[in-house]
């Protein structure tokens, strides 16, 4: 079977530090909490010339 995967929207993290490898989460984009299931996440860090790295895609899962 297929699935296809929609936005749920965009959360962005502004001055962390450089080398960071794990980002804080709270469930919620913006005000908005996710229902249950699973989920994929596309992460893209940017420096603060503009680069970009390059995207890494991670699943995780809401439980309650």
Do not use: W
């Amino acid at each position: 079977a297929c699935t296809r995967a929609q936005p749920k929207g965009r959360l962005t993290r502004r001055a962390l530090a450089a080398g960071a490898r794990r980002v804080a989460f709270s469930g919620r984009i913006g005000r908005r909490k996710l229902a249950v299931g699973r989920y994929r996440a596309t992460l893209t860090a940017t420096g603060a010339t503009g680069l970009q790295s390059a995207s890494r895609t991670l699943a995780f899962r809401i439980v309650r």
